[in-house]
């Protein structure tokens, strides 16, 4: 087996490169936060040998968590979980026939034993599942726990600011 990207806490997988729009902004996170990550495209019904090989083998590599994007019948994230002891966090990538709900109902339905953690569709779930990869990581790790917690400081800062903003732009009182 090929050593890729030793060092890799995080592994974002993909069934397709048409998935690579979406999977960017788990990837940016993930960056901000520098923490080591590795890409790749493994698809659970055109490759099932090497997606089976890969989830086995991740551990041993140094992997903590896998993220992975998938659409239509969305078997990568639960191909992988079943694999795997590691946790998994699936992110449904909408489709063009059905709009994303065929992969949000494959991944969120895994049976008893096989758990992935489900994220939202698209953009959304992509940064979700990074920002969760993150906690998951934290817990093991007081530095990056601050950022985390310094992260969500910033959004809540951010959410205060433009409330203020909105409500000296917009908000009106009657004098009657």
């Given at each position: 087996?090929?050593?890729?990207?030793?060092?890799?806490?995080?592994s974002?997988?993909?069934?397709s490169?048409?998935?690579?729009?979406?999977?960017?902004?788990?990837?940016?996170?993930?960056?901000?936060f520098?923490?080591?990550?590795?890409?790749?495209?493994?698809?659970?019904?055109?490759?099932?040998d090497?997606?089976?090989?890969?989830?086995?083998?991740?551990?041993?590599?140094?992997v903590?968590?896998?993220?992975?994007?998938?659409?239509?019948a969305?078997?990568?994230?639960?191909?992988?979980a079943?694999?795997?002891?590691?946790p998994?966090?699936?992110i449904?990538?909408?489709?063009?026939?059905?709009?994303?709900?065929d992969?949000?109902?494959?991944?969120?339905?895994?049976?008893?034993?096989?758990?992935?953690?489900?994220?939202?569709?698209?953009?959304?779930?992509?940064?979700n599942?990074?920002?969760?990869?993150?906690?998951?990581?934290?817990?093991?790790d007081k530095?990056?726990?601050?950022q985390?917690?310094?992260?969500?400081?910033?959004m809540?800062?951010?959410?205060?600011?433009k409330?203020?903003?909105?409500?000296?732009?917009?908000?009106?009182?009657?004098?009657?």
């Amino acid at each position: 087996m090929e050593k890729r990207n030793k060092g890799a806490l995080v592994s974002v997988v993909m069934g397709s490169d048409s998935d690579l729009e979406i999977v960017e902004d788990a990837l940016e996170i993930l960056k901000d936060f520098k923490i080591p990550y590795e890409v790749r495209i493994i698809s659970a019904h055109r490759s099932p040998d090497e997606a089976i090989e890969f989830a086995k083998r991740a551990k041993e590599r140094g992997v903590k968590v896998i993220i992975a994007a998938a659409g239509g019948a969305a078997h990568l994230p639960g191909v992988i979980a079943a694999n795997t002891e590691l946790p998994v966090i699936g992110i449904p990538v909408e489709t063009e026939a059905l709009k994303g709900m065929d992969s949000l109902l494959s991944i969120v339905q895994m049976p008893a034993g096989v758990p992935v953690g489900t994220m939202a569709l698209g953009k959304a779930g992509a940064k979700n599942s990074a920002l969760y990869a993150l906690r998951i990581l934290a817990l093991e790790d007081k530095e990056l726990n601050s950022q985390v917690i310094k992260y969500k400081e910033k959004m809540r800062k951010m959410v205060k600011d433009k409330d203020r903003e909105v409500s000296r732009k917009y908000s009106f009182y009657s004098h009657e």
